[in-house]
């Protein structure tokens, strides 16, 4: 990781956020469509800066949710970056200083987990985001890993989306370093400890060397088609599990073939 790079591309990003921040203030979009394109605008002037390459495999679905791994912040501005969208976010994310307002500004839907109805709640925001044509992508893990596995699918996102009658889409996230680049990180960088962000790590400490790193590759794999599922939303449990394992194929193939320049 290098301290000069990390703090050029912090400061980069910075002014990044002051002028979306100011986009936001003065324009203040109404729609939803508006508010993600605001977002989808955003996150790929920051990828860019970044320096991150996207490379895609599928087609990121028009309408219906998107169910994906989740390995870190950055998998939300990968998705962002490919496609506006509405997210589904835990309820702590509204309180964070500055970010809290920008998701909130960008039309997310907020889950208080472990609050009984939480998800039910929360219906009305992701079917009003559906029927306005956005996509509504979310995270059924509940938490980000290091990628070594795929954890326990929660139910509850997923039941309300299949009881809306909405087609669900599996995707697949990963990282990776460019070779020619990345070997310039040092032999102790590592995907699952420097780009993934889980367990008790200082955020902004993570973010700070991430920012430092040369040549981190995303690939992303959708589905070709949504999920079929065996059963409704009353039989939840089931339906988790079979969308755990479409995730789970996705990350099993082999090859992500086309390269994404529009960013």
Known sequence: MNFFRAAWRSVRLAGMFVVAGTELIVRRPATREQRADWLHRFCARGLRGMGIEIFV???????????????????IVVFATL?????????EVRRWPVVGWMTTMSGTVYVARGHGGSAMRARKEMQAALDAG???????????????????????????????GAPVTAAYVSYSFVADHGEGNGPEVSVAEDVCYWGDRHMLAHIFKFLGLRGVRAEVRFAEEPIA??????HRKRAAVEARSAVAALGGREQVTERVHHF
């Open 134 to 164: 956005l996509p509504v992508v979310f995270f059924p893990e509940g938490t980000t890993s290091n990628g070594s596995q795929l954890l326990k699918f929660h139910s509850g996102l997923l039941s309300q989306v299949i009881g809306g």
């Open 57 to 75: 495999e599928g087609v990121f679905p028009e309408r219906g949710a998107v169910i994906s791994n989740h390995l870190s912040y950055l998998d």
């Open 229 to 234: 599922f065996s059963s409704d939303e009353l």
């Open 83 to 91: 496609h506006p969208c509405v997210f589904v976010s835990k309820e």
